[in-house]
């Protein structure tokens, strides 16, 4: 078999990767084991390496290929540059042998029949035999060509194949790596087109590309040929599902976010002109290019290969996986796929941690979609062209900061130099975020106009630990960077949550250790992902503000309509937090505005009263039912009625905070019930925020009629000792750890086992004072949530606590 020219996709395995290479091998183990299962692969055949080295035995070339390889010179480029160039020239100028080129056209014509077509366009990707690999991905290394039509143009992309394993980055890659350039052999897979230029085409991934989190898949997506994102030409639309709900009763897509699609990539007229580019219409740029029942078959079979292939290693192995729709058929169809290279091999044990010493008078220069976590300074770099780097001598040394418009793997050999890596262009899947998580090295893509804002010279700080959002500061700016071994934290008993605020942040926190969310706050999400007042969604065409109405339209494309808006993203926010933490309780707290902040929404100032103190004024609980802003709050009960229903994160817990009265909360409970919302259906559960003396001195009351108590400490404090806690005049009184704080606590504590409810604290005095978790401990409270910067003082001030109650009791004497 090894000395086979051509061999059918269907016919290879994954140990056949010694002479097919990685990409063959696993299209065709998949062709063989999962097309039975109704995942569509094109049909196609491997051109295998004997092929390849037949090639350069007949030719001669392989001592001129060592002795160009021999003079380069790995720390200069040029020299790099000049050998590869004389190589790649070499290769495709020499005549094809005849004894090759025929079989090879023989099973292309056989291909061809398979689609009753006399010729037909392929796909013509190389595989090398140190690709795709389970430790290694070798990403982009050698070359693709698409709608190769005929025989003699089949040819050609063959040769140039053959000579991509030449290229400057394959080389350089090589090298970097400790590959022995002439132990890895060149097969070339040749499949026939799927018709995704007139469809959509994209990458998706079987975990979070940025933290790791396993339970998720990724997709991104496209109009036209799927070239476009890997060479990160534009920003993708990105879908997240959330793959332990994927069942038929639930659609867990708990995340869409609208790129800039503003171009695709289509079929050529000719074979001179293979693919070209063309502008994609306004009408498509805002919306998805996938409807839900794509994304979640694509999630199905993006699991379905992740099973398969984590069986077959007897390991867990995330799956990268290329995928197109075909615009005459509308069928779905893996193209390709390969096993994740970089979080599978990280052990999430040890978290690393890197934060801004300070931002105060740190200047945003522009902002741009984070790969990483990490932070780099350094001096800024602008190259346009790796041509013009050559030609006018701009070098580029190590620790340099590369801003560029978009990457392809020529540029491996510079971005490998880089602190950092900052583009105009692409998504979390292009090529520059690749490279950039494989190399370690932290990078913000698709900034819009980087190397108009920044000048080569400048020193600007690159940070990607704030998010999904990273952000370029001007100066270098000092950082620090932390580890901890979760294995060194101690056991403890009293249940530890955390509050998380951004959902960006979710999937990395995940990896803390937790009992779940104590806090998740709707404002935050409100705020920074929806960006407007409810009320002036549903009622902006009534105002008379074409500003107004202008700025929700911009905000609302890609959504039916304001409602939708909303509820959408709304519960995109809480899912993705949900998601996280699932099994683990997540509690939602439902908006807490107060009126002067609701004011400062987009439009808020047509619904928002004026108030001398909106501290203690109509927030919380009292907006609920009222009247004036009943409506709004319906959409956040049918945000978490989706969340719960629809996508299957049942373990969602909603929390009424600032309620006044046992007679407030029974009518929120109505309210809530009116919209769909009520308290027991389907194993929901309601939380009371206790941060009001009346919650506590009615807290048998109040627990008829609610699952648990999370104590607010922050609001608490202030109603306790009758100050405003935003004063400055009296902020020296404010004290959370005052004897009639804790003594409202101790009664709340008491009052909450005798019904027999939950009842855990969400303020901010356990992540400060390790003295108040041990008096809270000593209370017997049942869970204490805190913020995730906190967690490793929070524990041991637990586990202090806990055996300072354990040394206390008396010992039994047998």
């Not at 390496?49 to 001669?60: E, I, P, Q, V």
């Not at 709050?633 to 929390?655: D, H, P, Q, T």
Request: with cysteine; charged share 20%.
């Amino acid at each position: 078999m090894e000395k086979r020219i051509v061999i059918p996709l269907a016919e290879l395995c994954l140990e056949d990767l010694p002479i097919v290479g990685g990409k063959c091998a696993s299209l065709g183990e998949m062709t063989a084991n999962l097309s039975k299962a109704g995942i569509n692969i094109p049909s196609g055949f491997a051109i295998t390496t004997a092929a390849y080295y037949s090639f350069l035995s007949m030719s001669g070339l392989e001592q001129f290929i060592r002795e160009q390889i021999a003079s380069i010179n790995f720390t200069d480029l040029v020299t790099l540059r000049r050998a590869g160039q004389k190589i790649r020239q070499s290769i495709s100028n020499t005549k094809f042998p005849h004894e090759l080129s025929t079989e090879i056209i023989s099973a292309y014509h056989a291909l061809s029949a398979q689609y009753d077509q006399d010729i037909t366009d392929v796909a013509v990707r190389s595989s090398a035999t140190a690709e795709d690999l389970p430790d290694a991905s070798f990403a982009g290394q050698q070359e693709t060509y698409l709608n190769v039509r005929g025989p003699a143009a089949l040819i050609d992309a063959v040769r140039n194949c053959f000579a991509s394993l030449f290229t400057d980055r394959a080389i350089s890659y090589r090298q970097n790596f400790g590959y022995d350039h002439f132990s890895i052999g060149l097969s070339v897979c040749v499949q026939k087109m799927v018709r995704s230029d007139l469809g959509t085409s994209g990458v998706a991934f079987s975990l979070d590309t940025e933290s790791g989190f396993k339970d998720v898949v990724v997709i991104n997506g496209s109009f036209g040929l799927g070239e476009m994102i890997v060479q990160g030409a534009v920003s993708p639309d990105e879908f997240i599902v959330f793959k332990p709900a994927l069942s038929e009763q639930h659609t867990p897509i708990i995340e869409k976010k609208l790129g800039n699609k503003d171009k695709m990539m289509i079929y050529g007229e000719s074979n001179d002109q293979r693919t070209k580019i063309i502008p994609v219409e306004r009408v498509n740029q805002q919306r998805f290019c996938l409807k839900d029942a794509q994304i979640l078959q694509l999630a199905e079979w993006v699991c379905r290969i992740e099973e398969y292939y984590s069986a077959l290693r007897g390991r867990w192995c995330p799956m990268d996986v290329e995928w197109a729709v075909d615009g005459l058929t509308n069928e779905l169809f893996i193209v390709q796929a390969r096993p994740e290279t970089i979080h599978s091999q990280r052990e999430h044990h040890t978290i690393t941690s890197y934060s801004l010493k300070h931002t105060g008078e740190a200047t945003s220069l522009l902002k741009g979609i984070a790969v990483g976590d990490k932070i780099a300074a350094g001096t800024v770099n602008i190259l346009f062209s790796l041509d013009k780097r050559v030609t006018e001598g701009i070098e580029f040394k190590p620790g340099d900061i590369l801003v560029t418009d978009m990457t392809d793997p020529d540029w491996e050999p510079i971005m490998k130099m880089a602190a950092a890596i900052v583009t105009n262009k692409g998504g979390r899947t292009c090529h520059a975020a690749i490279i950039a998580r494989e190399m370690g090295i932290p990078a913000i893509v698709g900034c819009g106009n980087a190397t108009e804002i920044l000048s080569s010279g400048q020193e600007i700080t690159v940070c990607c630990s704030e998010g999904d959002e990273g952000i370029i500061y001007s100066g270098k700016i000092p950082y620090i960077q932390e580890s901890l071994d979760l294995r060194e934290l101690p056991p403890v008993k009293t249940a530890l949550m955390l509050n998380v605020a951004s959902p960006a942040m979710a999937f990395q926190f995940s990896h803390l250790p937790n009992k779940g969310v104590g806090l998740a706050r709707e404002e935050f999400i409100i705020n920074n992902y929806i960006k407007v007042h409810p009320l002036a969604l549903l009622h902006h065409r009534s105002l008379n503000d074409a500003e107004l109405s202008a700025g929700i339209a911009k905000l609302i494309k890609g959504y039916e309509n304001e409602e939708a808006y909303f509820v959408q993203k709304l519960a995109y926010g809480i899912a993705k937090i949900a998601a996280a933490f699932h099994p683990g309780k997540v509690i939602v707290r439902f908006s807490d505005f107060k009126s002067n902040e609701y004011y400062n929404l987009l439009g808020g100032k047509y619904f928002e009263p004026e108030e001398e103190n909106p501290m203690i004024g109509w927030r919380g609980a009292s907006r609920y039912y009222a009247d004036k802003y009943k409506a709004a709050f319906a959409l956040e009960c049918k945000a978490i009625s989706k969340v719960r229903e629809e996508m299957g994160l049942k373990n969602v817990v909603v929390m009424i905070p600032f309620c006044r009265t046992v007679e407030e909360l029974l009518r929120v409970l109505d309210t809530m019930k009116q919209a769909g919302l009520e308290r027991g259906k389907n194993g929901l559960e309601v939380f009371l925020m206790a941060e009001i003396p009346s919650n506590i001195m009615m807290a048998e009351e109040f627990a008829e009629h609610i699952d648990g108590f999370s104590i607010g400490s922050n609001d608490l404090t202030q109603l306790t000792l009758g100050l405003d806690r935003d004063s400055a005049l009296v902020a020296g009184l404010y004290n959370e750890r005052s004897p009639a704080v804790l003594r409202m606590i101790s009664i709340l504590i008491t009052a909450a086992k005798k019904k027999h409810v939950k009842v855990g604290i969400c303020g901010q005095g356990p992540s400060d004072f390790p003295d108040f978790t041990k008096f809270l401990v000593e209370q017997g409270i049942d869970s204490i949530s805190v913020t995730p910067d906190a967690v490793i003082k929070t524990v041991n001030a637990i586990y202090e606590a806990e055996m300072g109650i354990q040394k206390k009791q008396p010992q039994r004497v047998l």
